[in-house]
């Protein structure tokens, strides 16, 4: 995959337009047919696409408008797998948890169709971000494997088989989403296998985004894993993981977490500049990819991007001005 100097990205999710929650709701109640509340999913796509196009983005993804939640919508479209109901995360946010109730099988496909729909959309790059087979499994609960791991290796043989076909289609960038990883890092081996299965034959640069836990439990152990890119969060923690990665060379390429998605604080342009340049401790700028934290559906639109459109005319900056 070619680049540029300091592309940006989002991490996958965008603020959901406040019609399409009213349809979906609708919907679930019976008041939308599902052709129009398709209908509303592919308008919602166009119209987050667009605002990212606007802001600066250069590798994008669809907001994920079709995902209530990054793992009850996978649990959702893979067999083995039953939704009890919901659970609450933190203040006043929830999930529908699922369990494993029988053998994990591939049933149909998981992003394949939002990314062909993409395509057709944008001229921009596209990264296709899925949850990973650690997370979901471990967000989960297991009602059928005798072992976690026995359940985590089988969910990777699925997701492998759905990142081989993405890669038919067209993908060259794959971002597996595995923040759960550093809360259990004495399982780091286990993560570090699902890895290498669920990315086994896959011919595209590939990434993992990790946004929670104590990284200095898990690096610099995690340069093992079979991934072309680690994409982290630093701003919520005011930056101070940067002097973890200091500590051995790093030798992958990095994500940057360079905005706070927590706060609805905009910060300006000079701030984000300065963020970029943190980077630069732990690897070249060759190396980089400039990003939020994490995923932005929390805040409100108007904030999410204002805070990307500042970010892109950082990066935009901080390239010209290292070049």
């Not at 509340?37 to 907001?63: F, M, P």
């Not at 939640?69 to 946010?93: C, L, P, Q």
């Not at 969060?233 to 940067?242: I, L, M, P, Q, Y």
Request: glycine letters at 6%; proline letters at 4%; charged letters at 30%.
């Amino acid at each position: 995959m070619t680049k540029k100097l300091l592309p940006t990205t989002i991490v996958g999710s965008y603020p959901k337009p406040k019609w399409l929650n009213k349809m979906i709701k609708d919907h679930k109640y019976g008041g939308v047919s599902d052709k129009v509340l398709e209908q509303s999913y592919t308008d919602s796509i166009k119209t987050v696409v667009k605002e990212q196009e606007l802001a600066g983005i250069d590798i994008l993804w669809d907001g994920e408008m079709r995902r209530d939640e990054m793992t009850s919508y996978f649990a959702d479209h893979i067999d083995g797998f039953k939704i009890y109901g919901d659970v609450r995360v933190w203040g006043n946010n929830y999930y529908r948890k699922p369990a494993i109730v029988d053998k994990l099988k591939y049933r149909d496909e998981l992003t394949i169709p939002e990314y062909k729909y993409l395509k057709t959309i944008t001229s921009k790059g596209i990264k296709v971000p899925i949850t990973g087979p650690y997370t979901i499994v471990d967000w989960s609960f297991n009602e059928f494997y005798s072992k976690k791991d026995e359940a985590i290796y089988e969910l990777a043989e699925v997701i492998n088989k759905e990142l081989k076909a993405l890669v038919r289609a067209g993908a060259d960038y794959i971002q597996i989403d595995d923040p759960a990883i550093p809360t259990h890092p004495e399982e780091l081996e286990i993560a570090k296998n699902s890895i290498e299965i669920a990315t086994r034959g896959i011919k595209a640069y590939t990434g993992i985004h990790i946004c929670y836990g104590d990284y200095s439990k898990i690096y610099p152990d995690i340069l093992e894993f079979n991934t072309d890119q680690f994409d982290f969060e630093f701003a919520n923690k005011n930056f101070c993981d940067v002097e973890v990665f200091k500590k051995y060379d790093y030798t992958k390429d990095i994500g940057f977490g360079c905005l706070d998605v927590h706060t609805r604080r905009v910060e300006n342009v000079e701030e984000i500049k300065k963020n970029i340049r943190r980077a630069f401790e732990i690897v070249e700028p060759k190396k980089v990819y400039v990003d939020p934290d994490c995923g932005v559906k929390l805040l409100p639109s108007d904030i999410a991007f204002a805070k990307l459109k500042n970010m892109c005319l950082a990066a935009d900056e901080v390239r010209d001005e290292i070049r």
